[in-house]
């Protein structure tokens, strides 16, 4: 069993900055690469960044330049610094990791529960 747990969302003020962590845990072998996604209330889930094992990085057009994803291979930990913030990134974040499990053959997407970022004064 693989567990992907989110946290660090709360509520910001506009321009605010904020820090989030996203572990995965359990029987895991190897994992390929983790990313962030969000999903703003009424909208679909959209990608914000990922981040593979070998540390290459990919956005979201929207977000780059103010938001920096980052990695702790040896705690199987990413991470994602969100700085000036706008009420348009209030959304759910979601963390995801691409896992091979411990005896398992294939790679296996597994998602976190999500955190709460809200912008707001």
């Known amino acids: 069993q693989v567990q992907v747990l989110e946290s660090g969302g709360g509520l910001v003020q506009p321009g605010g900055s904020l820090r989030l962590s996203c572990a995965a845990s359990?029987?895991?072998?190897?994992?390929?690469?983790m990313g962030w996604y969000r999903q703003a209330p009424g909208k679909q889930r959209d990608l914000v960044a990922t981040?593979?094992?070998?540390?290459?990085?990919n956005y979201a057009d929207s977000v780059k330049g103010r938001f920096t994803i980052s990695r702790d291979g040896a705690k199987n930990t990413v991470y994602l610094q969100i700085n000036s913030l706008n009420p348009e990134d209030t959304a759910v974040y979601y963390c995801?990791?691409?896992?091979?499990?411990?005896?398992?053959?294939?790679?296996?997407?597994?998602w976190g529960q999500g955190t709460l970022v809200t912008v707001s004064s």
């Open positions: 359990g029987s895991i072998d190897n994992i390929i690469a």
């Open positions: 981040i593979t094992s070998g540390g290459s990085t």
């Open positions: 995801n990791a691409i896992v091979l499990p411990v005896g398992g053959r294939s790679y296996i997407t597994f």
